[in-house]
């Protein structure tokens, strides 16, 4: 399984990586999937995760790689989708959110179980929901920061495509991706937990 993920990792990174869009934005993009990366690999032996949760990452992963070969505003997918609905934009940074909100669910959900932080499921998900709006928070904050930091370089890094309530939207469908994850992921991931503790 390690073999096949870190294969599929760093494939759709290398073909990310030849000629995208922008550079600049690209490693704006990719950079938190590589820091992802680094932390999988220094917890590999220390904390190893559920195989959900590992396939959860690689998916959120390949969404902000593919992201950053292309930026935001101009992935294919999120092209033939505005046309395909009827949006008045693209929306694949939407997708990429609610992945934001539904990836570190189960992430936390995981680390907050197996560490007995909590009691009970409802603080659980109350927890677990909070953290992925904080996440999401900070991140709309580094996205502000490096859109003071570089200026007009960070335009498509930032992705708003003219829409004034970006930002909270963003935040909004994060959201939307924690709810899901808990409400369609929870006995799937209980049943992966009780394994990995078996084991």
Not at 85 to 112: C, M, T
Request: charged residues 15%; hydrophobic residues 55%; aromatic residues 16%.
């Amino acid at each position: 399984m390690k073999t096949l993920w870190l294969a599929i990792f760093f494939g759709i990174l290398v073909w990310s990586a030849i000629a995208p869009k922008d550079y600049f934005t690209w490693l704006l993009e990719v950079a938190p999937a590589l820091i992802g990366l680094a932390v999988l690999a220094a917890t590999w032996n220390r904390f190893r995760l559920t195989p959900l949760a590992y396939l959860l990452i690689l998916l959120h992963s390949s969404i902000l790689m593919v992201g950053g070969h292309y930026t935001y505003a101009e992935v294919p997918l999120g092209d033939w989708a505005a046309q395909a609905f009827g949006w008045s934009r693209n929306n694949y940074d939407k997708l990429g959110h609610f992945a934001q909100g539904f990836v570190p669910a189960i992430l936390a959900r995981e680390i907050l179980i197996r560490n007995k932080v909590v009691n009970g499921r409802g603080w659980l998900n109350f927890l677990v929901i909070c953290f992925c709006l904080g996440f999401s928070a900070f991140y709309e904050l580094i996205e502000w920061a490096a859109a003071l930091a570089s200026g007009d370089s960070a335009t498509a890094f930032l992705g708003t495509q003219g829409y004034q309530w970006d930002t909270q939207s963003d935040m909004w469908y994060a959201l939307l991706g924690a709810i899901t994850a808990l409400l369609t992921l929870s006995r799937l991931h209980d049943r992966q937990l009780d394994q990995l503790v078996s084991r």
